[in-house]
């Protein structure tokens, strides 16, 4: 086995038992905690409903923990057995042109892992999310979801290698210029679905109407424009229809937005509650949180773009798993190689750098309503709708969250 290859496996075993240990680290300290009603919601959360939030978290973990190690060694057996090379052996011998090789090539693989999730994402919400009251779908409708999100996958998939292959074409040899043209599209290609994404992925996966609570629609639309922000429509999705959880969105480029509220949050949040909602959506925008998330997005695409181009250029990437030199053979190693360490240590630091944006966002949320007891009862209410788990392992957390766990908000906001 060559160095680079063991380095790979040695690397994705240990980043395998990192993740199982935090994972069961934050079980057994939820197991340690159980039953334990914080002083901030005594008289807000019963014992009886703890017991359900304990009994939610500790189901999700376990199928999580379940999910990673499946998930994993279904990566390990592609990798470091004879399956790998001889699936590219098999697609460099169809007689076909370079751009239908490689999109038969990632498409197989995209699908592939499409399947292999399938069983365990029908467990999670018919099993899961339907024993605890969350799971509103129809068989036939979650699996058409499913579909879309297959499809949605093949198409950027497509765009996105053929972009690589017009640019790049097969010519492996590392040279700056091709490096920093491929970085400047890839933040086109970022900034545009950042954008665009919301607007035409949300219709295709919704039902949008009008919102038709009048009083309501005014009220969003007058916080809006307060903001400095124009409203295109305000509208509802019929999230009921999937689940009962809740949710709101801004949507649109520039200063014209669209306003999306779920169903749910509209049927289960007083007015106050969902102005407060929306006011921390509009505060992500206005201290411009984009940008930022955007500007970190264009730092990892840079190190992937010029460690790739690196791996492209050696032989060793390609000898090491006995394929071919072809585009996409080197793109995939690449992309494991890097894409696995990256994410790795960019994790924690991009959970810290989310969790201080939403920090954030909460405090314009108190300082445009002028009180923070809103955003204080919707978490309220989520703790008690969503069975948010109240207290997470603090290394988890660290780790893992994107949003500060709800305590600490309710606490930041008091």
């Not at 979650?142 to 579909?147: H, N, P, R, V």
């Not at 959970?351 to 909460?362: C, G, N, T, V």
């Amino acid at each position: 086995m060559s160095s680079l290859k063991l380095f790979l496996l040695l690397f994705l075993i240990g980043k395998l038992v990192m993740r199982l240990g935090l994972n069961l680290l934050n079980y057994l300290h939820l197991k340690h905690t159980a039953g334990q009603v914080p002083a901030a919601l005594t008289g807000v959360v019963e014992p009886s409903k703890l017991q359900q939030i304990d009994a939610y978290n500790a189901a999700k973990m376990i199928f999580q923990m379940v999910y990673i190690l499946w998930d994993n060694l279904i990566l390990l057996l592609f990798l470091f057995t004879p399956a790998y090379p001889l699936y590219s052996s098999w697609i460099d011998s169809l007689t076909l042109p370079l751009f239908l090789r490689g999109l038969l090539f990632f498409g197989i693989i995209a699908a592939g892992s499409w399947l292999i999730g399938l069983p365990f994402a029908c467990f999670f919400h018919f099993r899961i999310e339907e024993k605890f009251g969350f799971n509103r779908y129809t068989l036939w409708r979650w699996f058409g979801d499913e579909l879309k999100n297959l499809l949605i996958d093949l198409i950027v998939l497509t765009i996105i290698f053929w972009i690589v292959l017009a640019y790049w074409g097969n010519d492996l040899s590392f040279q700056w210029g091709r490096v920093w043209g491929a970085w400047l599209i890839a933040l086109g290609l970022i900034v545009l679905f950042m954008y665009l994404v919301p607007v035409l992925v949300i219709p295709f996966f919704y039902r949008l109407k009008p919102v038709t609570d009048e009083g309501l629609r005014q009220k969003i639309i007058h916080l809006v424009e307060n903001c400095g922000l124009k409203v295109s429509k305000v509208v509802e999705a019929d999230e009921s229809q999937k689940s009962a959880h809740a949710n709101a969105q801004m949507a649109g480029i520039g200063r014209t937005k669209t306003i999306i509220l779920f169903d749910t949050l509209i049927a289960n949040y007083n007015e106050s509650e969902i102005l407060a909602v929306l006011a921390h959506e509009i505060g992500h925008g206005k201290k411009r949180h984009l940008w930022i998330q955007i500007a970190l997005a264009a730092v990892e695409f840079f190190l992937l773009i010029y460690f790739t181009a690196r791996l492209l250029s050696s032989s060793a990437t390609f000898t090491a798993w006995d394929t071919s030199q072809v585009i996409y053979n080197g793109v995939f190693i690449a992309f494991i190689i890097f894409g696995e360490i990256m994410s790795f240590f960019v994790t924690p630091f991009s959970s810290y750098l989310s969790r201080k944006l939403e920090y954030e966002a909460d405090r314009f949320s108190k300082q445009v309503l002028q009180s923070g007891a809103p955003l204080r009862g919707v978490f309220l209410k989520f703790i008690v709708n969503e069975l948010d788990n109240i207290n997470p392992h603090p290394w988890y957390e660290a780790f893992y969250y994107s949003h500060p766990s709800l305590l600490k908000r309710i606490k930041a906001l008091e």
